[in-house]
């Protein structure tokens, strides 16, 4: 984990990033709002009309507004560029779990303890739908980035997935039947009672209570952390969801669980003070970070960077999984380094830029970034070494660099691997390895 901000405040319940600007809102279980710049390490603003914790914040995609929820029973619209709260919402029976704007209609999802879902137009300042059928609180409710759905968890233990196509049909556009359509649906009455969102699946497995549970942002699955501290991967089609399989490994309640947005990754973080990745296709924890006295109570990813924030008992960090520089080394006017699997070589004296190898994936999906290479011009070889932060985990590859090749499709070379901290070419022939208990071999 590379931290890139840090900050010391009461306990952070909620977390949201900005789309375009360094910024990020957490929100506090002593009722304040703060809004900083994490590129400066300043706080920007404060906001403190909640009475009481606030637990669900999240930036607009593209108006200069936020939205809280908080224990006071109330959800507010925020203009930062005015730096005032706009209106509040009132419905809400009990404390406000989450808040989240729909990317593309004018709607703002809540989750709360009165057991309901809503689902309120920010433009009219009215509710729209109430959703029922939890019968615990509902930790979480998310819309879906591309779908007409909702999916919420609860302390019933279950976890539902919600088709809300009738309420879009009905309120924000007239779809692909036209005017007249629309205005014929909207006419009918409906028998049974409201249509405007109908639950599509129950998922159920969670020993206790759900805490959290997101959308994957581009495939038909579903993650959830629990009071079981269990983490479970759904997988959903038009008919059915079942469930993946289970990340086993937290010992106490899972408060929070996301997709990596552009890995096959699954971030979680848990009342045990420790943050876990885990491989999505092996159900494998790959990392660990702890903090010594801090439960981590939520998580955030950002929409188009590779940073994450994780809010916890004293404050919230930003950081990012991995370095994004490659690892590289050169050799007189030859510059090596890695780019998506291949060994590349750069000629700096003719620009040209070949691949040179394939790098292998150890059997997974996920392999942890290389953070040093070692370059031997005698055996035309490389060392690869991966610091994954833990002596355990850490390895070193010994690739030999064929001395065919072809730029258009470049060989899989099968490399000799062992585990180490670090490991450089000391000689022609040998090489020297720091070992996990730090002793030179």
Not at 258 to 266: E, S
Not at 293 to 303: L, S
Not at 373 to 389: D, I, P, Q
Request: charged letters at 25%.
């Amino acid at each position: 984990m590379l931290t890139k901000f840090e900050t010391k405040s009461a306990r952070v319940k909620g977390l949201a990033f900005h789309a375009v600007r360094p910024w990020i809102l957490a929100s506090l279980h002593n009722g304040v709002i703060q809004l900083w710049d994490y590129r400066m390490h300043t706080q920007i603003d404060r906001y403190d009309e909640h009475d009481g914790p606030v637990r669900g914040i999240e930036f607009h995609r593209s108006q200069p507004l936020f939205v809280s929820g908080g224990d006071d029973y109330k959800i507010k619209v925020w203009n930062y560029k005015q730096k005032k709260c706009l209106f509040t919402l009132l419905g809400h029976l009990d404390y406000v779990r989450t808040c989240s704007f729909h990317l593309e209609y004018p709607w703002i999802l809540s989750a709360s303890d009165d057991q309901t879902i809503r689902v309120w137009n920010w433009q009219s300042r009215t509710c729209l739908c109430v959703i029922t059928g939890h019968n615990h609180y509902v930790m979480c409710a998310r819309f879906h980035s591309s779908e007409d759905l909702i999916v919420s968890a609860s302390l019933d233990q279950t976890i539902r997935v919600w088709d809300i196509s009738g309420l879009r049909k009905k309120t924000a556009q007239p779809g692909v039947g036209g005017l007249e359509d629309h205005l014929k649906n909207t006419a009918q009455p409906d028998l049974f009672g409201s249509s405007d969102a109908i639950v599509r699946h129950v998922l159920e497995g969670h020993d206790r209570g759900v805490n959290w549970v997101a959308f994957h942002p581009t495939m038909p699955l579903i993650v959830s952390g629990a009071d079981d501290r269990q983490v479970k991967l759904w997988r959903m089609n038009e008919s059915k969801a079942w469930e993946v399989d289970t990340c086993r490994g937290h010992y106490n309640n899972v408060s929070c669980v996301l997709f990596h947005p552009r890995q096959d990754l699954i971030l979680s973080n848990s009342e045990d003070k420790s943050i876990r990745v885990w491989d999505m296709s092996k159900r494998t924890a790959v990392n660990t970070f702890r903090r010594e006295h801090d439960r981590f109570w939520m998580m955030a990813a950002h929409p188009t960077l590779n940073l994450f924030a994780a809010g916890h008992d004293s404050g919230l960090i930003v950081f990012k999984l991995e370095k994004e520089r490659p690892a590289y080394t050169s050799y007189q006017s030859k510059l090596f380094y890695l780019k998506d699997r291949y060994l590349r070589v750069y000629e700096m004296g003719t620009s040209r830029d070949v691949a040179v190898m394939q790098i292998k994936k150890n059997g997974s999906s996920y392999r942890p970034p290389v953070t040093q290479m070692s370059y031997n011009f005698a055996e035309h070889a490389v060392l690869l070494t991966t610091n994954t932060g833990s002596a355990e985990t850490s390895a070193y590859e010994l690739y030999a660099i064929p001395k065919d090749v072809d730029a258009s499709n470049p060989e899989a070379v099968e490399p000799r691997r062992s585990s180490g901290i670090a490991a450089v070419w000391v000689a022609r022939n040998r090489f020297a390895v720091l070992d996990k208990t730090h002793q030179v071999s």
